[in-house]
């Protein structure tokens, strides 16, 4: 178990720059927003992405002035699951959410004021060891073991 970078992104409203800076393992460096000049724009998704892996978990390293309202998703087994919306934040902030396959986040918000920014200066996925198929049904390695032990 250990904390994987994003090995990609996407910006499909092209709103982001210098975005590969999100996962450079430096949190001096940002991925951006630059200055909005259009308060109340909330359409500005910046994806990160990752070959699938098992996870319940991210954290990210926000910067921001006059986002009101910050949204963060994962895509698990497919489907964008919301795992925070609220204030933003100054440095690292972790979300948890119920395990599954896991291969991006996303990270929107919500604009206040004209000349407000979010840059993202790095993030991560908390990668699990895949779990184990037993008699069919798929149990976490901890559970495995309890049942070949008689735990």
């Known amino acids: 178990m250990s904390w994987i970078s994003p090995t990609g992104y996407e910006d499909p409203n092209n709103k982001w720059s210098n975005e590969p800076l999100a996962y450079d393992e430096d949190t001096y460096t940002y991925a951006t927003t630059g200055y909005c000049y259009d308060p109340c724009a909330s359409n500005r998704p910046l994806i990160l992405t990752v070959p699938a892996l ?40 972790e979300f948890t959410f119920a395990e599954g396959s896991v ?47 008689g735990i």
């Open 103 to 149: 291969d991006a986040m996303r990270i929107n918000f919500h604009v206040v004021y004209v000349g407000c920014y979010v840059r993202v200066g790095e993030a991560d996925f908390w990668g699990l060891p895949p779990a184990v198929v037993w008699g069919g049904s798929a149990l976490p390695q901890l559970e495995m073991g309890k049942a070949i032990l």
């Open 54 to 93: 098992q996870s319940n978990k991210i954290r990210i390293f926000l910067d921001y002035w006059g986002a009101d309202n910050v949204v963060v998703d994962v895509r698990k087994g497919g489907v964008w699951t919301n795992v925070y919306t609220g204030a933003g934040w100054y440095g690292w902030k």
